[in-house]
Structure formats: structure tokens, C-alpha cells
């Protein structure tokens, strides 16, 4: 075979740099995915694929109307990706600019997955002792900016004394999902999808049924305290755990979100806040 043969023309150099090549456009690729990941410029972006097969689709066929049409579209496809894309554009801009571009975005430090740990098991705590009805939702892998967009935008550090009072009744922001992204409270008074499943206990609320909703959609995990009886909820693709005792929904978000196993040395805030009452 005629590419057979070119690769075996190469010296080891100009292969172990096609090799690098190839990898570094997959990377690159790869960056460009998790950038506009969770966002309308994904639809779009469907949109120009679309267009890139119609236009094949008639230069096969030969039909000249369409065929041109489409090609006055790829013309200036170049302007209108970058008019539609600039929000993305400019964010990718920015992560380049701070160094962020190639960066992991995960939560690798211990240290800092105790303190998200501790604020939210701090926040439900309080929230179900009180009856105070709450709907929590942490971004993975799937992105969930448009969700965030219905609501009202924070950007804020998670502390369970700002997420509880969030949830106050009759406050701007106690109607509708707090999302947290990464390490931040992202937006609060977010609209979740409604599940549509006809198994759900019909005496499951709104905001069971939202929870159960964005877990079919994405992979985030979400955090519910029920308003009339003050029970705690967790769900995670698609499954509901309900009516959680407050040491096993710890268990549960620290397992599911990341990836840990409980161990007797786990210094839980409910154990270390039961030493230090005893």
C-alpha cells in the first residue's frame, strides 16, 4: 500500500515527530472540546458539520443550485464561526493568557477536597435540621453552562455560611439550584430539567424530580433537603439515594465525586463537631 510504503521511507526522526504531530493536534482537539463543552456553541458547531456534509452530499450528486449555495455558506464560514464563537474564543483567550489552557482542571489536593467536603456536609446539616429545602448540584465531566446561564451568575467560594444563606425562604435566591463548577459556586437560582420518568414516587417534589432530571442529562451530582420533612437526598446517574443519614451522604459525595473510599481515619466534620461536644 502506497501509505505503507511512505512510512517505512521515514527515518526514525521524521516518525517519532509525525507521531508528536498527530498527538499534539489530538490534544489540541481535545482542549478545544472541553472548552465549548456544556455550551450552545455545541449545537452550533453541529450546525457546521452539518453544512460540511450537505456540501459533500451535492458534489456527489451534482446539483448545482444547492452545491453553490453551500459553498457561499463555507466562504464565509470563517467570519461567522468567529462571531458566533467569540464568548468561547475569548475564553480559551483568557485561560491561554493565565496559563489555564493545558492546565488539569481537576481537584487534586486533599486538602481542598476536605474544605468543599466540610462546607457542604456543614450547609446540608444545618438546612435539615431546620427544614430548610434545598437543591445543590456539582459539575463533572458534563458541562452545565446552560444551566448556569438561567440563573444569576456568583463566582463565588463555597462556604456553607453563603450557601445557606441562599437557601433562606423568601430570599432573591432561594428558589431554584445552586451549581457548583470546580471549586466555586458557579450560579444560583438555576432552572434544572424536570425528569419525565412515569417511575418516580409520586411523592417526590419539584425538586427531587429536577435532581433526578439533570442527573439523566449530565454526570453531575446533586444534593437535595427536602423542605417538608427535612430529609437528605443525593442522586448521581440517575439514581436516587434518598433519606440519607448525614455520616452516609458524606460517604456517598466524597466516593462519587471523588472516588474515595471511607476509611476509619476519615476526620469527618459531624465526627470531629461530635469529639468536640462530648
Known sequence: MPFLESMTELTPWELLMNVVDILLVWFVLYKVITIIKGTKAVQLLKGIIFIVI???????????????????????GFLAIIIIFQPELRRALEQLGRGKLFSSSTLNEESERNRLIEALTKSVSYMAKRRIGALMSIERETGMSE????????????????????????????????????????????????????????????????????????????????????????????????????????????????????????????????????
Open 147 to 278: 444551566y448556569i446561564e438561567t440563573g444569576i451568575p456568583m463566582n463565588s467560594d463555597i462556604t456553607s455560611e453563603l450557601i445557606i444563606n441562599m437557601f433562606i425562604p423568601n430570599t432573591p435566591l432561594h428558589d431554584g439550584a445552586v451549581i457548583i463548577q470546580k471549586n466555586k459556586i458557579a450560579a444560583a437560582a438555576c432552572y434544572l430539567p424536570l425528569s419525565e420518568s412515569p417511575f418516580i414516587s409520586k411523592e417526590l417534589g419539584t425538586r427531587h424530580r429536577a435532581a433526578l432530571g439533570i442527573s439523566e442529562v449530565t454526570d453531575a451530582i446533586t444534593i437535595v433537603v427536602s423542605e417538608e420533612t427535612g430529609a437528605i437526598s443525593l442522586t448521581a446517574n440517575g439514581d436516587l439515594h434518598r433519606n440519607l443519614s448525614l455520616e452516609e451522604f458524606e460517604a456517598k459525595l466524597r466516593r462519587i465525586w471523588f472516588g474515595e473510599q471511607p476509611t476509619e481515619n476519615t476526620s469527618s466534620w459531624w465526627n470531629l463537631r461530635g469529639k468536640k461536644n462530648g
Open 54 to 76: 450537505a456540501q459533500l452530499i451535492t458534489q456527489a450528486l451534482q446539483l448545482e443550485t444547492l452545491g453553490w449555495i453551500m459553498q457561499q455558506v463555507l466562504n464565509w
